[in-house]
């Protein structure tokens, strides 16, 4: 009987180190955490410019996407503020563990050709829930604002003409 219950708790103990961190993809949480992303204007939320929103584990300087963008939960009022993903399960992490995570934002097909688009600062999930445990929420998520990225033509015709201003300068 002692060898079976020993047996049994060392099944345990290894399913355990094997099962998969989870969060919960969401910005918020009434009455525990609320960080909005809103868009350029600072005011209206990124939802109203049809913003979409995805989860990425840090590992250094490498991100990792976690499940797929979402869109934000309304485009118009409050609602156009908050994502909600629903629980996601973290690989490469373990139930009970911490992970650092970064959450981005962006207008368009990808955030790389996005010219709106904007990022969280690096946030620790302390204690991953999985398994029986609860999926974590990102507690310690902040709030960010997408900013307008010009478009390379336009950088390149702002200093063409700011070239053209100095050249005519020198001969006056």
Not at 29 to 58: E, I, K
Not at 141 to 165: D, H, N, Q, S, W
């Amino acid at each position: 009987m002692k060898k079976t219950l020993v047996a049994i708790a060392a099944l345990m103990l290894s399913a355990a180190a094997y099962g998969q961190g989870a969060v919960n993809f969401a910005n918020r949480l009434s009455g525990v955490f609320d960080a909005p992303v809103l868009a350029p204007n600072g005011t209206d939320g990124a939802g109203t410019l049809g913003a979409v929103a995805q989860l990425f584990l840090v590992n250094g300087t490498t991100l990792t996407p976690i499940g797929t963008a979402i869109s934000f939960r309304g485009a118009s009022g409050a609602t156009a503020k908050y994502f909600d993903g629903g629980a996601l399960d973290v690989a490469g992490t373990t139930v009970g563990g911490n992970a650092t995570f970064r959450v981005r934002s962006w207008v368009g097909a990808s955030f790389a050709a996005a010219t709106t688009k904007g990022e969280s600062a690096d946030f620790t999930v302390t204690g991953l829930g999985g398994g029986t445990l609860p999926a974590s929420n990102l507690d310690t998520l902040k709030g960010f604002t997408l900013v307008t990225v010009p478009e390379p033509t336009t950088i390149a015709l702002g200093f063409l003409g700011a070239a053209a201003l100095v050249a005519a300068r020198r001969r006056k």
